[in-house]
């Protein structure tokens, strides 16, 4: 199996509500795919489908079971803490809940999260150690030779 991840998809309640706040609250575009029940975005070298949660439940043969943490967190990194509180702030305008408010973390960065309309956990952070490229996509440390 290739390294990488190509497609995220979140299972939503209200497809409606969950495009208005990703669109009209967060400033993202829909990508121009055609089907109707489902919306795409593109986020660089991978994209992100909005789905409805019981369908999506329906298609991987699994119980549509929700509330609490489901282990897992989306992250948004920046450039800097700046730009951190300003994306977290526009989230929550656009109907986000903030979890935890951004702050100084333990691993030398600064970062908060914010859980969407339908409860999907998001970090937004600064990262001093991970530089963004030009085009947004996070650069890791490369292996010592």
């Known amino acids: 199996m290739d390294q ?23 400033g993202w575009a829909r990508a121009d795919v055609p089907g109707e029940g489902i919306a795409f975005y593109q986020l660089g070298g991978i994209a992100l489908a909005l789905y409805p949660w019981d369908a999506l439940a329906e298609d991987a043969q699994q119980p549509p079971a929700r509330g609490g943490f489901a282990g897992i967190t989306f992250a948004h990194n920046c450039r800097s803490t700046d730009e951190v509180d300003v994306v977290l702030a526009r989230a929550v305008a656009a ?44 650069v890791l440390p490369q292996p010592a030779a």
């Open 4 to 26: 990488r991840l190509s497609l995220i998809t979140l299972g939503v309640a209200d497809l409606a509500r969950a495009q208005a706040f990703y669109e009209q609250g967060l």
């Open 95 to 138: 109907g986000a809940k903030l979890v935890k408010p951004a702050q100084t973390v333990f691993w030398g960065g600064y970062s908060g999260y914010f859980a969407d309309p339908d409860g999907h956990l998001w970090e937004v952070a600064f990262n001093p150690f991970f530089p963004l490229a030009a085009d947004g996509a996070l």
